[in-house]
Every structure is written in C-alpha cells, then in structure tokens.
C-alpha cells in the first residue's frame, strides 16, 4: 500500500480537477536516493512553472516512487524532511503543496517489507486514484505531469489528461498505447502553461507556438 504524507492537512479538490506532479527530474533536479533537503533544487522550469499554477486554485500534489526505502537506502521516516522542503519550495513561489505521495516498493529490494510488486508504483496509477480518494478531486479532469513514460502511464490508467517533460531523463522510450503523452514540452513551465490554459486561463501565442502536441 503506498504510504502517504500531506502538507498542512488534505487541501480538497471538490471534484475539480488537480495537478499531479512527478518530484524528480521534474519539479527538482534528479539526485539519485537524495533524502538531504539541502541539496534539493529546482529543475529547469519548475519555479517559474509553480508561480503560475500556484494561481489555479486546484490542489497540487506531487507522486513518488521512492525505491530507495525499498533498496534500504533510507527509511521512510526521511522523507518528512523531503516533504517538508518541498512545501517550503512552493510556498516560496507562492503556491501550496496539498498533498505528497510516495512508494516505498521495489521487487528487486533489500528490505522485506517494502520488496514486491504493487499497484502504486509508476507506471501502475494506485498513488493517482490514493490521492484522488483522499483528496476528492476527479482524476478524469487532472493532469499528470512527469519526465518519463511510466509517469504518462500512470496518469492515462488513472484517467488523467498526461504531460510528458522532454528533459533527457527518459532514455528508454518502451512504447505502449498507454505511454503517448497527450502533450511534449521542454520544461515544467511550458507544462503550467498548458494546464492552466485547459482550467480557462489565457495562453499567450508565442507560448503556444513553442510548443509540440502529440
């Protein structure tokens, strides 16, 4: 079961819709196994991209997989303090993390209790339709955001509208009817600006024309 963790209590979504974002790689740098909040920065793109959507007034949550507490590497206990800098990071850019949800699990850890398969892995959805639960928002009128396929897969078996970051950090490219993003951008902030324009903001036409659908 994945494990959760929330900022300032459960901010609801009233059944709107959210935006869910991957941590790594895309709203901070990817520093394999990081648990050390000082060396939390932000990916390219992603404070701009926090000041836009933190005007939304839907809930921002970001999911996890943290294999790491399976491979033994840390605990889960250590990921309060990742949580906590996080929150901090967004309120810093003036929008609020409603909730943070993470996976413990690896098949392959060093730890028994956290070494299996699960459904709240990426690219499995079970961290989405958690959040969604917990939160009530409606997972069909969200957004999942990430820098891999298995975040786009994620997002299309929980029924979410998929943004994939084109950074580099997916080198793979397994491809799968459940792994085309919807839209390709280059950082987090041409993401934000095609999220806020499905919520009903404007998208300015120099930022549209910069970007690649799929």
């Excluded at 990742?82 to 309120?91: N, S, W």
């Excluded at 892995?121 to 009530?136: E, I, T, Y």
Aim: charged share 20%; proline share 8%; aromatic share 6%.
């Amino acid at each position: 079961m994945a494990i959760n963790s929330t900022v300032s209590g459960i901010v609801p979504g009233r059944r709107t819709g959210a935006v869910l974002l991957d941590k790594d790689g895309t709203i901070v740098e990817d520093v394999p196994y990081n648990v050390d909040p000082a060396q939390m920065r932000f990916a390219p793109g992603a404070a701009a991209a926090l000041r836009r959507l933190g005007q939304l007034g839907v809930p921002l949550v970001v999911v996890s997989n943290q294999p790491g507490v399976a491979l033994g590497r840390f605990g889960p206990h250590a990921l309060a303090a990742v949580r906590q800098r996080l929150a901090a990071m967004f309120e810093e850019q003036g929008a609020r993390l409603a909730g943070f949800f993470f996976c413990p699990h690896h098949p392959a850890g060093a730890v028994p209790r956290f070494t299996r398969e699960c459904a709240c892995r990426k690219p499995m959805p079970g961290l989405l339709r958690q959040a969604a639960a917990l939160m009530q928002f409606d997972l069909r009128q969200s957004w999942m955001i990430g820098d891999i396929l298995n975040d786009v897969e994620a997002g299309k078996r929980a029924g979410c509208h998929t943004i994939l970051v084109d950074c580099g950090n997916e080198t793979e490219w397994v491809p799968g009817p459940l792994r085309k993003p919807d839209h390709v951008v280059r950082d987090l902030d041409e993401a934000a600006a095609i999220v806020i324009q499905h919520f009903g903001g404007p998208l300015p036409a120099a930022e549209r024309s910069g970007m690649e659908t799929t």
